[in-house]
T-cell receptor, first 112, second 113 residues
Framework: DGGITQSPKYLFRKEGQNVTLSCEQN?????MYWYRQDPGQGLRLIYY???????QKGDIAEGYSVSREKKESFPLTVTSAQKNPTAFYLC???????????FGPGTRLTVT | AQSVTQLDSQVPVFEEAPVELRCNYS??????LFWYVQYPNQGLQLLLK??????LVKGINGFEAEFNKSQTSFHLRKPSVHISDTAEYFC???????????FGTGTRLLVSP
């Protein structure tokens, strides 16, 4: 079965710690995305990558970092510089710009 | 810059009643339009999309949407809702030559018996 996996489903961290969220896809899609979702604000783009070893900042990249060393993987690191990291994080991928994005199940990060 | 407006943050409706969720967008170029559904603590699932052609688009679970270029709208409709349709619905738009999707803030559909 092809799809996008995100792990873990729930993640708890202490303030000041960096944390890495996993996103893996076996759809052979070139482009991958990270979104942050907060209640009442919809989805906001953090970073995206159109090809391996290349990525661009989205609308809210501050306090986040990514890497794209393999086509299948696009991990997101939430650094201690992110002021309000508690949120629901969604990863997505797309085959071509004309097609819809496929979403993973999400990771809910809670930082206390 | 593109933007998407979903004016209704919440829409309560009784089971088997019709529903319309409104979506308006702004863009100076040709666009693709999408509706996604999100159940609690899950990712987004595509309901339907408009890329070109017929302005009436049919999707999964009995939903449909109509693209109206003059009114820059893409409203989602269902003639008879079920309890299981209770979820959050997101409208999204992207320029045809661009990768980024822009999402609305979502509409929570609450279906009661």
């Amino acid at each position: 079965d092809g799809g996008i996996t995100q792990s873990p489903k729930y993640l708890f961290r202490k303030e000041g710690q960096n944390v890495t969220l996993s996103c893996e896809q076996n759809l052979n899609h070139d482009a991958m995305y990270w979104y942050r979702q907060d209640p009442g604000q919809g989805l906001r783009l953090i970073y995206y990558s159109q090809i391996v070893n290349d990525f661009q900042k989205g609308d809210i990249a501050e306090g986040y970092s990514v890497s794209r060393e393999k086509k299948e993987s696009f991990p997101l690191t939430v650094t201690s510089a992110q002021k309000n990291p508690t949120a629901f994080y969604l990863c997505a991928s797309v085959r071509d710009r004309a097609y819809e994005q496929y979403f993973g199940p999400g990771t809910r990060l809670t930082v206390t | 810059a593109q933007s998407v407006t979903q004016l209704d943050s919440q829409v309560p409706v009784f089971e088997e009643a019709p529903v319309e969720l409104r979506c308006n967008y702004s863009s100076s170029v040709s666009v693709y339009l999408f509706w996604y559904v999100q159940y609690p603590n899950q990712g987004l699932q595509l309901l339907l999309k408009y890329l070109s052609g017929s302005t009436l688009v049919k999707g999964i679970n009995g939903f449909e949407a109509e693209f109206n270029k003059s009114q820059t709208s893409f409203h989602l409709r269902k003639p008879s809702v079920h309890i299981s349709d209770t979820a959050e619905y997101f409208c999204a738009v992207k320029n045809t030559g661009f990768q980024k999707l822009v999402f609305g803030t979502g509409t929570r559909l609450l279906v009661s018996p």
